[in-house]
């Protein structure tokens, strides 16, 4: 289990007292406050149907809370506000679940990895990423963002049918941190993945937090996932946060019954020499 971190500060990401509900439909949350502190990665656990991807949703401005806040850098997130959203894109960024089809399959891998620098303007020169030269990772920061996940930088020429999904999965989180973001937003990042290739992808996003200061905000089946990578462990049921706390008393030690009934259920990672 990960130490506890102290937190620096202001939290970059908070939902402060978030209540959603889908159109036409009752709410799914209710209440929701939790903060993504820099240095404190935070993993979002529950039942199916909790709502924690409606959370991470929210978080990653994908759609609006029905009631209360999301907050970025301490101010609220506005999803109209330009320069704003600008800040929020370079400064969080995010993973999903499945490898498969997440990544668009016409596209070389250089020119998806090197997306984030487009969409935010970050590219030295539109052609340069744009042209053939773009596309095999010319961009030294495509080149670099794969090099850190771990594939050769040569990789940018090809396309994901011909990666594994663990390596599809190193690609979209190679796209996700060539620009550098403070925090990532991942939903079940590893639980498309064979067991194996499960604990090299955990292994990879910790070297991540390590070497990057990457602070990662979770949704995970898996509480030895959230163990392995979380500092702060946040439980939904229903829609409501029953128990929040340090990972190591949360998962240690549950307060709540809801969280000793999911520690009852939830499969663990085989031990780390799987890798
Ligand atoms: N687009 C939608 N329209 C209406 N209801 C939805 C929609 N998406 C999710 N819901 C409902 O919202 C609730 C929360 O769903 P959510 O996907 O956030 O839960 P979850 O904890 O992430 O579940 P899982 O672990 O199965 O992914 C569920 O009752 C779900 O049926």
Not at 196 to 201: D, L, N, Q
């Amino acid at each position: 289990m990960v130490p506890s971190a102290a937190p620096s500060a202001a939290p970059v990401l908070a939902a402060d007292d978030a209540g959603f509900a889908y159109r036409g439909a009752p709410p799914v949350l209710h209440g929701v406050s939790l903060d993504i502190t820099a240095g404190r990665s935070v993993g979002l656990v529950g039942e199916s149907g909790a709502g924690k991807t409606t959370v991470l949703r929210l978080l990653l401005g994908l759609t609006r809370p029905t009631s209360g806040r999301i907050l970025f850098d301490g101010a609220e997130l506005r999803l109209r506000d330009r320069e704003q959203m600008r800040r929020f894109r370079r400064g969080v960024q995010s993973v999903f679940q499945d490898p498969y089809s997440s990544l668009d399959p016409r596209q070389r891998v250089g020119r998806i990895v090197s997306e984030p620098l487009r969409s935010l303007g970050l590219a030295p020169e539109a052609g340069l990423v744009r042209g053939v030269r773009g596309a095999r990772g010319d961009d030294p920061r495509v080149g670099a963002a794969l090099e850190a996940v771990g594939l050769p930088a040569e990789v940018a020429g090809r396309y994901p049918h011909e990666f594994s999904g663990g390596q599809r999965q190193r690609i979209a989180i190679a796209r996700a941190t060539v620009c550098d973001p403070r925090v990532l937003l991942a939903d079940e990042p590893v639980s498309a993945l064979d067991v194996t290739t499960r604990v090299r992808i955990v292994d990879l996003l910790i070297e991540l937090k390590e070497t990057r200061g990457l602070t990662i905000a979770m949704v995970s089946h898996d509480l030895s996932v959230v163990a392995a990578l979380c500092e702060w462990t946040v439980v939904l049921e229903h829609g409501r946060v029953v128990e929040q706390g340090d990972t190591a008393g949360v998962l240690g030690a549950p307060s709540h019954p809801y969280t000793r009934q999911l520690l009852a259920s939830v499969p663990r990672l085989p031990a780390a020499d799987a890798s």
